[in-house]
């Protein structure tokens, strides 16, 4: 068994930068709008007056 060298190591190369995915553009638009949705519903909910049990009944009979 014989111990390698430094000269005997393969050269470090620098990895190949691959492309951008097209579609990267897109996904981040999607993540948005699914985060803006999100937040409108929150706030929507957020502001929704508060139904008592009891009224339920008396608007279905009126």
Do not use: C, H, W, Y
Not at 12 to 37: D, H, Q, R, S, Y
Request: glycine share 2%; hydrophobic share 55%.
């Amino acid at each position: 068994m014989t111990a390698q060298t430094f000269s005997a190591l393969p050269p470090i190369a620098a990895e190949a930068k691959a492309p951008a995915n097209p579609l990267k553009g897109v996904l981040i638009t999607v993540f948005t709008l699914k985060i803006a949705v999100s937040a409108f519903l929150l706030a929507t909910v957020s502001l929704a007056p508060p139904l008592s049990i009891d009224e339920r009944p008396q608007v279905a009979a009126n």
